[in-house]
């Protein structure tokens, strides 16, 4: 069906718990994207993922890690989370890495650190 | 310095008028895409548009490589157009969004 599906789509947690925001896809997409979203800062790139087990640091990968040991399943953890990580939280994927590929993104996830 | 800057940051029209959303880049391009972002909700790519002009309904792209920029063209602008329009510039794994114009359209 071409989805791009992340749970939970809304999160309140205190400071230094753990989050766990969850992605899915059924495109069997090689490419797994995390961004954050923030007013005035546009979306970032937290990390990619190539493919299982072949993730790569973006642009902003401190506070975060991620985890893909299936290829429609693309996991990323805050461990202790802090509050300027309330933001949201959008996962994307594209067949490849190939630039010609098109980026399908999910409803995202908002995240309130308090 | 910002590698890819859009205008204008915001816009507001009246239902009917036309709108030209632009998009600059500072290196080179791989592909250029157009996306569309309603209030609160996720992205839906509008246009894959590496060079040339291609069209959607209402929508036009054109993206002119040598002058490192790409237009989005909307016609006879509807209230339901009413989002935040980003362009994507993409070089290798790496895509870079610029931050957006605020379209509202007004009844």
């Known amino acids: 069906d071409m989805k791009v599906t992340q749970m939970p789509r809304y999160l309140i947690k205190r400071m230094g718990e753990n989050v766990l925001l969850e992605c899915g896809q059924d495109m069997s997409h090689e490419t797994m994207y995390w961004y954050r979203q923030d007013p005035g800062l546009g979306l970032q790139l937290i990390y990619i993922?190539?493919?299982?087990?072949?993730?790569s640091e973006g642009d902003i990968p401190k506070g975060y890690r991620v985890s893909r040991k299936k290829r429609e399943h693309f996991s990323l953890i805050l461990d202790s989370a802090k509050t300027n990580q309330t933001s949201v939280y959008f996962c994307a994927s594209s067949l490849s890495t190939n630039s010609g590929n098109t980026l399908y993104f999910g409803e995202g996830s908002r995240l309130i650190v308090v | 310095g910002q590698q890819v800057q859009q205008s204008p940051a915001s816009l507001v029209l009246q239902e009917g008028e036309n709108a030209e959303l632009q998009c600059n880049f500072s290196t080179s391009l791989n592909s250029m895409q157009w996306f569309y972002q309603r209030p609160g909700g996720s992205l839906v790519s509008l246009f894959y548009n590496p060079s040339g002009t291609k069209h959607s309904g209402r929508l036009t792209s054109t993206t002119v490589i040598k002058e490192r920029r790409s237009s989005l063209h909307i016609s006879s602008s509807q209230t339901t157009d009413s989002g935040t329009y980003l362009c994507a510039l993409a070089g290798g794994y790496k895509v870079v969004f610029g931050s957006g114009t605020r379209l509202l359209v007004s009844p």
């Open positions: 993922s190539y493919d299982v087990d072949s993730n």
